[in-house]
C-alpha cells in the first residue's frame, strides 16, 4: 500500500513538472532510475556514469534520480511503473521476459559465452532487432544494454567436468521453463529455490549445486559451502545482456535533443558498466581460489551438444529462429 502510494505521488509529480516546462516555454525533464540491486552492484556504477554524462551534456536540463536496493518495488512493479510513467528508466530481466517473451532467446543456457560474445551481440545488429521486438511486444524502449556478468554451476560434493557429472545431482534454477528444461537435458535435477535460500540450502543438502553469477557467488558467500566451480572463463551457463528501459511513449514526448543526449549517455555507461563488471569477476577469481575453490575446466562441445534442442525448442516457441542462428554465428 505504502509502495503503491510512493509511485501515485511520483507519476502527479512527472505530470506536475512537465506541466510546468511547459508554462515556462522550455523542457526540463527528471528522470527516476530504479533498480533492484544494491548500490555496490554494477548496474549502480553504469547509472551513476549515466547521470553524470546527461546532467552535465543537458546543462542541467535533465536531472536524474537514482534508486537502488528495490526501493521503488521489485523487477515486476518496476517494469509497470516504466509503462504507467511514475518510473522512468530500469534494467529488463526475468519479470520484463513476461511482459515481452523475445527476450527469452538470450535466456538459453551455454548460448551466449562471456562479456566478448554478449557485447558483440548487444552492440550489432542482433542487438537492435531484439531490442526492436521487446518494443513491439511491450512498448519498452531500449536505451543500451548493460552486463550482468558470468554464470558458473557451483557443486558441494564433486566437480562437474562431463554432463555425465550431473546426472540427479539437485541444482538450484529460477522456477522459469527454459532453466528447468536446460537442466533436465543435462541429466540434474532442477531444483527451484528463493534467490536468499541458496546459502543455506546449499549447506543443508537441499540442494547439491546452483548457477549463480560469479558476483552473487561471492555476495553469498557460496564459496564457504560450494568448493567446485565450472570455468567460466571457458563456457558460461548465462551471460545474458540486460537492457537498460524505458516507455517508448515517455521518450517520443521528448524533444530530439534530450533524445540524443540520454541514448548516447547510456550506451558510453553501459561500456562503462561493462568494464565494472569484468575488472571485479577478476578479483572475485582470486578471492575464490584463495579460499579454497575448484575451478574446473569441462568438456563445453558435450554441454552445448545436450542443450541444442533446448536452444532449438524456444527458438521456435518465440519464433526467434533468426535470432538464434545469427548469436550462434558469432560464437567462436
Not at 556478468?149 to 541444482?171: C, H
Not at 537492457?243 to 562503462?272: D, G, N, R, W
Request: charged share 20%.
Amino acid at each position: 500500500m505504502m509502495r503503491s502510494k510512493i509511485l501515485q505521488l511520483l507519476l502527479a509529480l512527472t505530470v506536475l513538472a512537465g506541466a510546468c516546462a511547459s508554462s515556462a516555454g522550455a523542457q526540463t525533464v527528471t528522470l527516476r532510475f530504479a533498480m533492484i540491486t544494491a548500490d555496490s552492484f554494477p548496474y549502480m556504477d553504469g547509472a551513476k556514469k549515466f547521470k553524470e554524462l546527461v546532467e552535465a551534456r543537458s546543462n542541467g536540463a535533465v536531472k536524474v534520480l537514482l534508486f537502488p536496493g528495490g526501493q521503488l518495488g521489485n523487477e515486476r512493479e518496476i517494469n509497470e511503473a516504466i509503462l504507467e510513467g511514475s518510473i522512468q528508466i530500469g534494467v529488463g530481466a526475468g519479470a520484463m521476459a513476461n511482459l515481452a517473451p523475445i527476450y527469452n532467446i538470450v535466456q538459453v543456457p551455454f548460448l551466449i559465452q562471456g562479456q566478448s560474445h554478449m557485447a558483440a551481440i548487444a552492440d550489432g545488429p542482433i542487438g537492435a532487432k531484439l531490442a526492436e521486438r521487446i518494443e513491439q511486444q511491450a512498448g519498452f524502449k531500449v536505451l543500451a544494454w548493460f552486463s550482468t556478468g558470468d554464470s558458473p554451476i557451483e557443486t558441494v560434493k564433486k566437480p562437474i567436468k562431463t554432463p555425465a557429472d550431473l546426472a540427479g545431482v539437485k541444482i538450484r534454477v529460477i522456477e522459469t521453463p527454459v532453466l528447468v528444461d536446460a537442466m533436465r537435458a543435462l541429466g540434474a535435477n532442477p531444483t527451484p529455490m528463493a534467490y536468499p535460500e541458496v546459502y543455506t540450502g546449499l549447506k543443508q543438502g537441499v540442494i547439491e549445486g546452483a548457477h549463480l553469477d560469479v558476483l552473487s557467488v561471492d555476495t553469498l558467500k557460496v564459496a564457504e559451502v560450494a568448493k567446485y566451480m565450472t570455468d567460466w572463463d571457458q563456457i558460461t551457463f548465462v551471460s545474458e545482456p540486460r537492457p537498460v528501459i524505458m516507455s517508448a511513449k515517455f521518450f517520443a514526448t521528448l524533444s530530439p535533443a534530450h533524445q540524443k543526449i540520454i541514448q548516447e549517455a547510456m550506451k558510453e555507461a553501459a561500456v562503462y558498466e561493462r568494464l565494472v563488471f569484468k575488472d571485479k569477476m577478476a578479483a572475485i577469481r582470486k578471492k575464490l581460489v584463495n579460499e579454497g575453490v575448484t575451478i574446473t575446466q569441462v568438456d563445453a562441445a558435450a554441454f552445448v551438444e545436450k542443450v541444442k534442442p533446448v536452444w532449438a525448442k524456444y527458438a521456435a516457441q518465440l519464433k526467434a529462429e533468426d535470432l538464434l542462428a545469427d548469436i550462434v554465428a558469432l560464437r567462436k
